[in-house]
């Protein structure tokens, strides 16, 4: 048998951002107890309330915002055996790990740069789609095809939680034109890469890079062919002097035995 806690009043079970519109029940130095159809108390913590005309600025006594009887917008932040955690603040719809590659979703544009557009699509941070990614057609300035306040569709092609990074495409989830059908592989529709692209990569990858003594030997290989000219010079101007040696070396035995 399901403990209290998980069933609502139509018989659906709570869960973490869930959506409801409570009624105050009582107000604490703690928080306040809201009343959101479930059999144990729903508690919204201090830290959860939030000032709609000043967000940012924590609260410090739960009356200055709430009062007995008040109705308020609410989501679930955690559900106990015991007791149901709640909050005021409006849950991101993406944790950074529910976001995967060629995940479709809804989006809407919130900035245009000359480089894309930013589509808010409920994570941290709002995604990019580079305006090669908006349309298969060449798309000059992003404002050709989309403005701000549009919604969009869009996939999912690389998140990057390090660089706090989502990278979008609306052209992955629309149907290649006929006359782009036949062309060259460039990259897929959903953000990979060409089979000549990948072959190429592999192929730089099968090349081992050279070790310390490979890349010292091949300084000197490449010093010593750059002294070749002056040695081979070195090496005609020490001929000349030894045959200038043996032609007076001969001339003086000549004129030796001559006086003998």
Not at 34 to 41: E, M
């Amino acid at each position: 048998m399901e403990s209290p806690v998980e069933q609502t009043k139509n018989n659906q079970p709570f869960k973490a951002k869930q959506k409801f519109e409570g009624k105050v029940l009582k107000t604490s130095l703690q928080g306040a107890l809201v009343d959101i159809g479930s059999d144990v108390p729903a508690f919204l913590h201090i830290s959860q309330v939030i000032d709609v005309n000043n967000p940012k600025t924590a609260v410090q006594n739960v009356e200055d915002i709430l009062k007995v009887d008040d109705t308020v917008t609410v989501w679930i932040r955690k559900v106990a055996k015991d007791h149901i955690s709640l909050t005021m603040v409006e849950p991101l719809l993406y944790e950074w790990r529910d976001l995967k590659p060629e995940m479709a979703v809804k989006g809407t544009v919130i900035r245009l740069e000359s480089f894309g557009a930013f589509v808010e699509i409920g994570a941290e941070r709002p995604g990019l789609v580079h305006v090669s990614e908006l349309a298969h057609s060449f798309v000059r300035n992003p404002q050709e095809v989309v403005k701000v306040g549009d919604e969009l569709d869009v996939m999912v092609l690389e998140v990057d939680r390090r660089k706090k990074q989502i990278k979008l495409s609306v052209k992955a989830l629309l149907e290649t034109p006929e006359e782009l059908a036949f062309e060259a592989p460039k990259s897929s529709r959903r953000g990979k890469k060409s089979r000549i692209e990948l072959y190429e990569e592999e192929a730089e990858e099968l090349v081992p890079d050279p070790t310390y003594m490979e890349i010292a030997l091949r300084q000197a290989m490449d010093r010593a062919e750059k002294r070749k000219p002056a040695i081979a010079a070195r090496a005609k101007k020490q001929r000349m002097v030894d045959e200038d040696v043996d032609d007076i070396f001969a001339r003086t035995l000549q004129s030796k035995q001559s006086d003998d």
